[in-house]
C-alpha cells in the first residue's frame, strides 16, 4: 500500500518488485499522479499488478478490512511503539491465518507516514540502513518487505497459526473514538490538551490486537460507562 | 559491480541501493552510457558513491584483486557452479578475512552475465522469484544483495533487545483488582456471575504488555470513573 506517492515511476517500480516476490494486490492511497505512462514502463511486465492496484482516497478506506496494519518507517519515533525488522516483519505475517488481510504501508517519499497515519499501524517495520544515509528509494524499501515475505512463505513448512477472529482496522477505529469520547466525558482527557493519552492507548491497544469478542467487551464497557451518567 | 549496464538510470539507483546499505565500492565494466545526469538524479544523495565508483573495460580488470568472485543470476545454469541464496551469500561473504575484496557482480538487464563472465566467478548467488516473473531490475537486486550483507554484518555484532519498563506482576494484579471493582461498580460484571470477562481482559492486557507508563494511565482512567461515581 503507497501513500500519496509523488512520483509515478516509483508505483510502476513497485509493482515490479511485487511480482518478482510473487505479490499482487498493490493499493494506492491518493497517487499524486495516476495513472501515468512512466509508471506502465517502469512496472515493465509487472503491468498486470499496476492495472489490478485499488486506488482509494484515504488511508481508512485502505485499511478497513485489514486485520493488521504495518507500517514502514525510516525514523525512529519517540513514541515506544514495537518496530520490527523486516524479517521479523515477514515472520509476522506469516503467522497470520490470512496474509491477504496484512496491510503494509509506504509513505510518501520524501516524508514518509505522518504521524495520523502512523497512528493507524499497529506495527511498525523499519529497514536496517546507513544512519548517515537511510532513506531508501520507496520501490527498493518495497523490494526488500517483500523479499523477505517470500523468503519467509518459502522456509515457513509448518501450518498456519490457528484462525483468530480479529477486529478489523475499521472496528478499531471506531473503538477508538468512543474511547477518546468517554475519557473526555470523565474528564480524564482534555480535548484542549490532549498531549499524547490517545496515540499512548492506540499502542497499547494495537499491541494486544483485540479478536471480536475482546472489542465487543471493550465498547460494551465503554456504553456502561455512559449510561451511569445518564 | 555491474557488468555492460544499458541504462544508466539503474547505474544511479544501484549507488543509492549500496549507500543506503553502508556500501560504498561501487565499479561499472563497459557501461553503455556514462557519466550520465539521469545517473546522478536517481543517485539522489549518493552521488558520492557514484563519483566514487571504479570504472573498467573488462570484466577481468575489475575482478583482478578480489579474492571471492559471486555472480548474480536469475537463471538456473546447466554448469553445476554452487548457487547460494542471498542469505548464505551474505553470511560466506561476513566470513571472509578482508571481504572489501569480495566482489559481486551483476550482469546486463535483459540478458544478465554470459556464459564467459560466469566463468569468472567462484560462486552464483539467486535470488528467490516467482518463476513466472523471475527477473528483477538490476538495481533491486542489487538492494536485495545489500541488505543481506549489511544484515549479515550487524548480527555479527550481536546487539542486545532495548530494555522496555514493563509493568510488574504485582503492578498488573493491583490494575486488575481496580478494573474488577469498576466493572462491578458500573454493573458491567456481575460478581454473581462472572463468567470468564475478566479472564478474558486479563488474557487481552497480557498479550499488551503494559509499561509502566501504560499502566498508570489505565489505573488514572479507573480513578476518574470511580470519582464521577461519588
Known amino acids: 500500500m503507497l501513500v500519496n506517492t509523488s512520483h509515478p515511476g516509483n508505483i510502476g517500480a513497485t509493482a515490479r518488485a511485487m511480482k518478482n516476490m510473487g505479490l499482487k494486490n498493490l ?7 495516476y495513472p501515468s505512462a512512466e509508471a506502465t514502463a517502469r512496472a515493465s511486465g509487472a503491468d498486470d499488478v499496476l492495472a489490478g492496484a485499488q486506488c482509494c482516497a484515504t488511508l481508512d478506506e485502505a485499511v478497513a478490512d485489514a486485520v493488521l496494519v504495518i507500517g514502514a518507517s525510516a525514523r525512529s519515533r519517540s513514541l515506544s511503539v514495537p518496530v520490527l525488522d523486516p524479517r521479523s516483519c515477514a515472520a509476522l505475517v506469516q503467522r497470520q491465518a490470512d496474509p491477504s488481510r496484512v496491510a503494509i504501508i509506504f509513505g510518501r517519499e520524501r516524508t514518509g507516514l505522518t504521524n495520523e497515519e502512523l497512528d493507524r499501524c499497529h506495527q511498525l517495520v523499519q529497514i536496517p540502513a546507513n544512519p548517515e544515509y537511510s532513506s531508501l528509494n520507496i520501490a527498493a524499501a518495497v523490494q526488500i ?54 496515540r499512548r492507548l492506540r499502542r497499547l491497544f494495537g499491541r494486544a490486537r483485540p479478536d471480536q469478542k475482546e472489542i465487543n467487551i471493550l465498547r460494551g464497557i465503554l456504553t456502561a460507562i455512559g449510561k451511569k451518567f445518564r
Open 145 to 198: 518487505i517483500a523479499y523477505e515475505l517470500r523468503v519467509a512463505a518459502q522456509n515457513d513448512l509448518n501450518p498456519s497459526a490457528p484462525e483468530t477472529d480479529y477486529a478489523s482496522a475499521q472496528q478499531l477505529e471506531q473503538f477508538y473514538a468512543h474511547l477518546e469520547q468517554t475519557l473526555i466525558a470523565l474528564e480524564f482527557l482534555d480535548p484542549e490538551s490532549p498531549r499524547h493519552l490517545m
Open 27 to 33: 493499493c494506492l492511497v491518493a497517487p499524486q499522479q
